[in-house]
């Protein structure tokens, strides 16, 4: 299946050139919970360990799912054509400690933490959810964006490297820094129009895929999907 057809709607003209993949990224909330912990758990164990930075169980990552506060982090998300959430972006925030205190005077730094279903790689969306989670921290007053990852992570690495991110090394394991500069008329028109398309591009999938389930109900009648 390719990028086109992986996330074929309407708007791919509003997203990017006609050619490239159309990659609308959401604000995921509390009725995208169980689409979540679903994504997670699908995640293959190295993948488990890459995203997480040590092995974790069906049960470790449920109390995850579980412990994340809609209303002080903010987490991006992906879905596909047949509506099936295949990235997952978590910026989480948390208040300046003795080890970040060098990088940043403000009162908060970001951590920031991706996975991207197999099915849905070569995209660029992680890319895209780090780009979103760098507007999201300069909207929120917020200048230090974070990265932790195993130094294995192939992936988080070229990202933070392609964003320009001061990385370091040690023990295994990889720090990554990206400061941010203020927040301006242009981010902020930004992310409220991204936001706006990836609402609109979710609804659309949603309806689809309800309209699909309805469908599938029917004597004789099935979806495509």
């Known amino acids: 299946m390719t990028g086109l057809n992986f996330f074929r709607n309407p708007l791919r003209g509003l997203f990017g050139g006609k050619d490239r993949p159309t990659v609308p990224?959401?604000?995921?909330?509390?009725?995208?919970?169980?689409?979540?912990l679903k994504h997670f758990l699908t995640l293959e164990p190295r993948d488990r360990l890459l995203r997480f930075?040590?092995?974790?169980?069906?049960?470790?990552?449920?109390r995850y799912v579980s412990s994340i506060d809609f209303d002080r982090d903010l987490v991006f998300g992906?879905?596909?054509r047949v509506f099936k959430l295949v990235a997952v972006?978590?910026?989480?925030?948390?208040d300046r400690d003795a080890d970040k205190h060098k990088v940043t005077e403000k009162d908060q730094v970001a951590e920031f933490g991706v996975s991207v279903s197999?099915?849905?790689?070569?995209?660029?969306?992680?890319?895209?959810?780090?780009?979103?989670?760098?507007i999201a921290c300069r909207n929120n007053?917020?200048?230090t964006l974070y990265m932790h990852c195993l130094s294995s992570n192939a992936t988080m690495i070229h990202i933070a490297k392609k964003a320009g991110m001061e990385i370091h090394r040690d023990y295994g394991e990889a720090d990554a820094y990206l400061k941010?500069?203020?927040?301006d008329p242009?981010?902020?028109?930004?992310e409220a129009m991204e936001e706006q398309l990836a609402s609109l591009d979710y609804a659309l999938k949603a309806n689809v895929r309800a309209a699909s389930k309805l469908l599938d109900k029917i004597p004789g009648v099935k979806s495509d999907d």
């Open 141 to 143: 007053d917020v200048d």
């Open 118 to 134: 197999k099915s849905a790689r070569g995209l660029g969306i992680g890319s895209k959810l780090f780009e979103r989670a760098n």
């Open 78 to 80: 992906v879905y596909n």
């Open 186 to 190: 242009v981010s902020v028109l930004q």
């Open 89 to 94: 972006g978590h910026l989480a925030f948390a």
């Open 53 to 62: 930075g040590s092995p974790v169980n069906d049960e470790q990552i449920t």
């Open 25 to 36: 990224v959401k604000e995921l909330r509390e009725r995208d919970r169980r689409r979540m």
């Open 180 to 183: 941010l500069g203020p927040a």
